[in-house]
């Protein structure tokens, strides 16, 4: 039980400050906070992303191709111009490498409003840092797990940043339903959407990409907004207004 626990928080605890930090902060900057708030987000982001985790920059980056150039040749990571979710997931590994090494130049209309803090982004995707909590990872699973195959579970935890972005831009992009027409392939891929926390209404958010609530109908429920409606309403962050 406390292996599958620890798995479950890992999960969620990852996803969540991925989709509130990277992507609706520092992709999109869906709302405004203080720099002490900023920091604690970053240093958050960092402890539970751990071994997977996601320079913010380079994230922003890569995301605001994929939304300039959706479902194009030029779009970093559609499932459609590649094979398998592999082979997408290598080139997406690529391009974000690029970002954090700094040795691919984004377009002029890309880099800007994101937040960055050096020490945290070298010592987070740093070799040594991934392999310390990989070795965290593993050693709570020698004190705690029960059984050998709860040991099949370790991989996931070591990459669990690009496993959730491969979920996301695989799925999202071509299976589920769609509410707008958005030029492009993106789509719903579940009406319910608690296991990836609003992340799968792609269709939603490539129609309103600065929107904080990614639901648009009754029953789409984003889980992390009614997060961030209480975090703004106790003036944590100031929620911006759609455009």
């Not at 620890?6 to 605890?13: E, I, N, Q």
């Not at 980056?61 to 994929?66: C, G, K, Q, Y």
């Not at 891929?189 to 129609?207: A, I, S």
């Not at 648009?216 to 961030?228: A, G, H, L, S, T």
């Amino acid at each position: 039980m406390i292996i599958l626990l620890f798995f479950t928080g890992h999960w969620f605890g990852s996803l969540f400050f991925q989709t509130f930090f990277q992507h609706r902060y520092a992709s999109h900057r869906m709302f405004t906070t203080s720099k002490f708030w900023e920091r604690v987000f970053y240093l958050f982001a960092y402890l539970f992303e751990g071994a997977s985790f996601l320079n913010p920059r380079a994230y922003a980056l890569m995301h605001r191709e994929h939304h300039a150039f959706s479902d194009t040749e030029k779009d970093p990571h559609s499932p459609h111009f590649f094979t398998d979710v592999y082979q997408m997931m290598k080139h997406t590994i690529k391009t974000f490498g690029d970002y954090v090494k700094r040795t691919k130049d984004p377009e002029a209309k890309f880099p800007g409003h994101y937040p960055e803090w050096p020490i945290v982004d070298r010592i987070g995707s740093s070799i040594l840092s991934r392999l310390l909590f990989g070795a965290a990872y593993t050693a709570f699973y020698i004190f705690f797990a029960p059984y050998w195959w709860l040991f099949l579970l370790l991989p996931i935890h070591f990459m669990m940043g690009p496993i959730h972005g491969a979920i996301v831009n695989w799925c999202g992009h071509k299976y589920g339903y769609r509410n707008f027409d958005n030029k492009d392939k993106s789509k719903n891929t579940t009406p319910f959407d608690f296991l990836m926390l609003g992340e799968l209404f792609q269709n939603n958010h490539h129609k309103h990409p600065n929107s904080a609530n990614f639901g648009k109908r009754w029953f789409e429920i984003d889980p992390v907004y009614p997060v961030m409606k209480l975090m703004h309403w106790i003036g944590i962050i100031t929620i911006r207004k759609a455009y």
